[in-house]
DNA sequence: GTACTCAGTATCCATTGGTTACTGTCGGCA
DNA sequence: TGCCGACAGTAACCAATGGATACTGAGTAC
């Protein structure tokens, strides 16, 4: 469990209505923002969870992601890196051997990201029945 | 049919492993990874975030997500619908009112989703020096 | 010398997100 | 009577991201 010092974000969003908006979530052009996008993309998530259980080399993410393209698992793989998700080490043998790690800092981000992945495995079902509603009332 | 007696996902992780996927998170046909592929869209979290205080109008939405195009914030809200996260009620007036409240389903997806939004302010700092210092390897 | 492994690139195409302009309704204003 | 503005979107078009498939390079096994 990552314990966190910072003000829980949702007390930010309360004050925030009111006042001008600096330094937060809400703004576009806030750092933070591009956290989440970093987060939110397609990947990204899966990766921290799978090697939040120790390294991995290229081809075993590649396996367990299901149909991942490997330009797309290169690309992730280097953003994580630049973001200093993970790490990733070289071995110069043949056939090449690359693994990924996960740095402190990702395993960090592990702890929220099952939490998500958790209340996903829950809640699917009811997911899943209000998508059949929805689709099943004419005008939609 | 999706069973949900979820034991955690990381522990499912560890064993999953070694057997056969099965209704897993990482089986890309498993209907919990289009969960997570909605909530790691754009703008579904941050909207949901700003929810979680209590129902908005369009308009509204549109001020606080900054630079957010109407199409996609539709969009955004339209699935959001599908999926049973929000409620969308139209008041005849003029001007017209339309407005966003979250169900229960999207209050209990705010709780794991602000954690998300902690990480991400606690830790803007540790990523941008990750990234500064990535970029200043001549290699990279 | 041919085949195979791994970790990627290269090339091309599909899907999603984004920008800008426009619609429809009605109340207020001149 | 005609025009303006508010709100909640659509429509049409363009940019960026993601995805499928084929190919590269080094060396070891056959």
């Given amino acids: 469990?990552?314990?966190?010092?910072?003000?829980?974000?949702?007390?930010?969003?309360?004050?925030?209505?009111?006042?001008a908006p600096e330094g937060d979530?809400?703004?576009?052009?806030?750092p933070t923002r591009l956290v989440?996008?970093?987060?939110?993309?397609?990947?990204?998530?899966?990766?921290v969870l799978l090697l939040s259980d120790g390294p991995?080399?290229?081809?075993?993410?590649?396996?367990?992601?299901?149909?991942?393209a490997p330009?797309?698992?290169?690309?992730?793989?280097?953003?994580?890196?630049?973001?200093?998700?993970?790490?990733?080490?070289?071995f110069a043998e043949v056939p090449p051997r690359v693994q990924y790690t996960l740095t402190d800092l990702g395993h960090s981000l592990s702890g929220p990201l099952a939490a998500i992945g958790d209340w996903a495995e829950a809640n699917v079902g009811?997911?899943?029945?209000?998508?059949?509603?929805?689709?099943a009332v004419p005008g939609n």
Same sequence: chains 1, 2.
């Fill in 36 to 47: 989440l996008d970093r987060i939110g993309d397609k990947w990204t998530a899966l990766v």
């Fill in 56 to 68: 991995m080399r290229f081809s075993e993410l590649r396996g367990q992601l299901g149909r991942i």
């Fill in 126 to 135: 009811r997911i899943t029945a209000a998508q059949t509603a929805y689709d």
């Fill in 71 to 90: 330009k797309v698992l290169t690309q992730t793989l280097r953003r994580m890196e630049r973001d200093g998700l993970l790490t990733r080490e070289v």
């Fill in 1 to 19: 469990m990552v314990t966190i010092a910072a003000p829980r974000l949702i007390d930010r969003l309360r004050s925030q209505r009111t006042q």
């Fill in 25 to 30: 979530l809400f703004d576009p052009d806030c």
